[in-house]
């Protein structure tokens, strides 16, 4: 009998640990509203930043990433999205670029993630290099920064914020 009681016990331990493995994160699962260029005000608006960064983020270059651009800003063009805004300083020896992507529906998050990591330069500007590459979601949104990392970190967690 307690040899009955102690397999029964063994399954259920089991199977609530595949069970607890197969669910969605809150990042993956959760949803944000509105544009992409709203989304990185929000992020920036909350991220802890020291207050010189903050005011030279006033002068970086915001827009949407077109054609012409997909390939230097997100290093390749085999990510799929609907909408897309990216900023960076226009003239600057600091290595930064922050990109947010709302993903097409069928694009799975993972490979996306996968495919910005894989192809990210941190080396791309001239005489500098970006510390850290960040690549996060939030649902279908991703955040993509290569920054110190100081500055990545603080932007990764003010747009996980946005999630909870």
């Given amino acids: 009998m307690k040899k009955r009681i102690t397999t029964v016990v063994m399954v259920l331990m089991i199977t609530m ?9 809150k990042q993956q699962s959760a949803k944000l509203e509105g544009s992409c260029e709203e989304i990185l005000k929000q992020v920036y608006e909350n991220a802890n930043l020291d207050s010189d960064l903050r005011e030279a983020m006033n002068y970086y270059q915001t827009t949407a990433i077109d054609e012409s651009s ?3 800003i997100l290093g390749t063009d085999e990510v799929d999205y609907t ?17 947010i992507l709302r993903l097409e529906a069928d694009e799975d998050v993972q490979v996306a993630k996968q495919q910005l990591l894989d192809h990210a330069d941190p080396v791309k500007w001239v005489c ?3 510390e850290s590459v960040v690549v996060e979601n939030v649902g279908d949104v991703v955040l993509y920064v290569m920054a110190d990392t100081q500055t990545a970190d603080a932007i990764k ?8």
Avoid: N
């Fill in 17 to 25: 640990s595949v069970f607890a493995g197969c669910g969605e994160t």
């Fill in 70 to 72: 997909e390939e230097y």
């Fill in 83 to 99: 909408d897309s805004v990216y900023s960076a300083p226009m003239m600057s020896s600091i290595a930064y670029q922050c990109v």
């Fill in 128 to 130: 500098v290099e970006a």
């Fill in 157 to 164: 967690t003010a747009f996980l914020a946005l999630g909870e």
